[in-house]
């Protein structure tokens, strides 16, 4: 155990933990961001008017295409898409930005499958009291919807955190950067991977929790 | 002055006519039910009427007023004055009784809390219901369930009630408690426009009688007339059926 822990020179453990941070800020700006945009969709397509119909029709295309193609793919669209328009963002942002999108399209087809599992006399029943689209969703649809929308949503956002190690690819140093970086020096590869797995768990597990624990609380609401 | 007044409505789903040529009005504290075979279009003209289901032509009056359908404003205020009550009950399932009732005079119509909750309080006890206040839709019985939904609608004071085949979905042994609440709204003077296929209630608690089929209305008349002597030979045909039974 001392001889395994002075392998990692206090260089090395800066590293790690400095990759450890960023997978995790990636994975809770995809997770928060992915979420809220995700929620902002599904609920813009449940609306029926005209007005907003070039809205639904780009939301339906956005979530078609991107759950249609690799992560690593809209990464390298995103960072040379920022390139040539000379925005020059740190990879980081680009890598944040990519995660988004994409957890985006994904939760947001989450979201909307769930507020469509509520059965239509809820929507005709709130229309006859007088009811809004919004006071609808806000008061009946959503509440029933979490129950259908939360254990997905959660494995999903448990998925995210791995496809952080992408980020790699534009040269994030994220979490498995950092491990590889060390295996090039020179410690003991099982040693560096088996760090970088209990960390990586050290993130997903506490989510898997907390999405149980959400379950519990918010899907508590009865539904048929 | 009727207090509904409907004049030549039509209504039609794709190429499919559901409704034509409908015309007939009700006065205050009238109880007037719509009878006739399945598909006959009774309850889409109740749907027409609460604005749930658009419409080709025609006029509705409440009060006087002409209702434009196109106006949201003007659905919202009828829809204010005029409740329904659905054959699917279709209450809240993420809410407790007490909330379907009180949701929406607090929520949406922001009258004072103490007052809608009081109100809902009394309209529950009223129905047998007082008991299962805290209780959530699918822990009732479908006898229950109707009666939280009748309260519901009661919770808003309308002027009027469209009743759509309350008691199709419930088990023959729940039928009783919910018609012994309408029929003392109808003691009350309530308004009420009923689809029902409970011939026995139509007879007791309706004084005029719609008899519809395929779209059209075939005869209208008192609720005895319509019964006992009908006129026109679907009528007869449909009114003898359903009395052999």
């Known amino acids: 155990m001392i001889r395994a822990a002075a392998l990692f020179s206090y260089y090395d453990l800066t590293l790690l933990l400095e990759g450890f ?204 | 002055m009727p207090l509904l007044e409907i004049t030549d409505l039509k209504a039609s789903y794709g190429s499919h006519t559901a409704l034509e040529g409908i015309t007939f009005s009700l006065e205050k504290g009238d109880v007037v039910s719509l009878i006739g075979p399945s598909g006959s279009g009774k309850s889409t003209l109740l749907r027409v009427l609460m604005g749930l289901t658009p419409h080709a032509q025609g006029s509705v009056r409440f009060d006087g007023r002409i209702i434009d359908y196109a106006d949201d404003a003007a659905v919202r205020a009828l829809r204010a004055d005029v409740a329904i009550v659905f054959q699917q009950y279709n209450l809240f399932q993420n809410m407790t009784v007490l909330d379907n009732v009180t949701i929406t005079p607090i929520k949406i119509k922001r009258w004072p809390r103490r007052a809608a909750l009081q109100h809902a309080t009394e309209l529950l006890a009223r129905m047998g219901l007082s008991h299962r206040l805290h209780a959530y839709p ?65 007879r007791e608690v309706s004084s005029r009688v719609v008899f519809m089929a395929e779209g059209r209305i075939v005869e209208t008349g008192t609720t005895q007339q319509i019964f006992d002597a009908p006129l026109e030979a679907r009528t007869i045909d449909f009114v003898g059926k359903i009395l052999r039974h």
Not at chain 1, 113 to 122: C, W
Not at chain 1, 172 to 180: F, N
Request: aromatic share 8%; glycine share 8%; hydrophobic share 55%.
């Open chain 1, 21 to 224: 941070l960023t997978t995790f800020a990636l994975s809770l700006i995809g997770c928060l961001g992915g979420f809220v945009l995700g929620f902002a969709a599904a609920i813009l397509r449940t609306t029926r008017s005209r007005v907003m119909a070039p809205v639904r029709a780009a939301l339906f295309v956005y979530a078609m295409f991107l759950r249609r193609v690799p992560f690593l793919v809209t990464l390298m669209l995103v960072f040379y898409a920022t390139q040539s328009l000379h925005a020059n963002l740190p990879t980081f942002a680009v890598a944040s930005i990519s995660i988004c999108l994409i957890a985006a399209a994904y939760l947001g087809e989450i979201t909307r499958g769930g507020l469509e599992s509520v059965h239509a006399n809820q929507w005709q029943g709130a229309r006859a009291l007088n009811f809004s689209h919004w006071q609808t969703l806000r008061y009946v649809i959503v509440p029933q919807a979490w129950r259908v929308i939360l254990p997905p949503t959660f494995g999903f956002l448990v998925m995210i955190i791995k496809d952080t190690a992408l980020a790699s690819q534009i040269g994030v140093m994220e979490l498995t950067a950092a491990g590889k970086v060390l295996g090039n020096k020179g410690v003991p590869a099982v040693l560096v991977y088996g760090a970088i797995l209990m960390l990586y768990f050290s993130m997903s597990y506490p989510l898997a929790r907390l999405g149980k624990h959400v379950e519990r609380r918010l899907a508590a609401a009865r539904n048929h």
């Open chain 2, 138 to 202: 699918d822990e009732l019985s479908g006898g229950q369930q109707q009666r939280v939904a009748i309260a519901r609608a009661l919770a808003l004071r309308p002027r009027m009630l469209l009743l759509d085949e309350i008691t199709a979905a419930l088990d023959p042994e729940l039928v009783g408690d919910v018609l012994a609440t309408i029929r003392e709204l109808s003691g009350d003077g309530m308004t009420m426009l009923i689809v029902s296929h409970e011939m026995g209630f139509v």
